[in-house]
């Protein structure tokens, strides 16, 4: 089991920037030819359902978004600190939930991405409030 911790989250008004950062340590062998796996951010607005926020394929570059966020969230790695990022710019108040990192041994697809039931290894999460 690997662990993911996240950091980054702060409370700012509508319009800012944040960037969260997942650490990933430990994870196990992904199985897949290039050893690569997806990392995704979800999100869970207070009293709403966890979403897909952004997906990158560690491995290679393949990215994916939410609807909601296209366009604002830039989702990158830096694999050398094992690490994930996620730039969040032009927030909006919708943006306010708790933000979860999620890694599984598997590609990401455009269909796929956002299912939770692929990723096997989850962070804490990480807290973003976004006022108007």
């Known amino acids: 089991q690997g662990k993911l911790t996240e950091s980054g989250g702060d409370s700012v008004q509508a319009g800012g920037s944040l960037r969260l950062s997942c650490v990933a340590s430990g994870l196990p062998d992904s199985g897949l030819s290039d050893g690569g796996y997806c990392m995704v951010w979800f999100r869970q607005p207070p009293g709403k359902e966890r979403e897909g926020v952004a997906a990158i394929y560690v491995g290679g570059s393949t990215t994916y978004y939410g609807d909601s966020v296209k366009g604002r969230f830039t989702i990158s790695q830096d694999n050398a600190k094992n690490t994930v990022y996620l730039q969040m710019n032009n927030l909006k108040p919708e943006d306010t939930a708790m933000y979860y990192c999620?890694?599984?041994?598997?590609?990401?697809?455009?269909?796929?991405?956002?299912?939770?039931?692929?990723?096997?290894?989850w962070g804490q999460g990480t807290q973003v409030t976004v006022s108007s």
């Open positions: 999620a890694a599984g041994g598997v590609r990401c697809t455009s269909t796929y991405w956002s299912t939770e039931a692929f990723y096997s290894d």
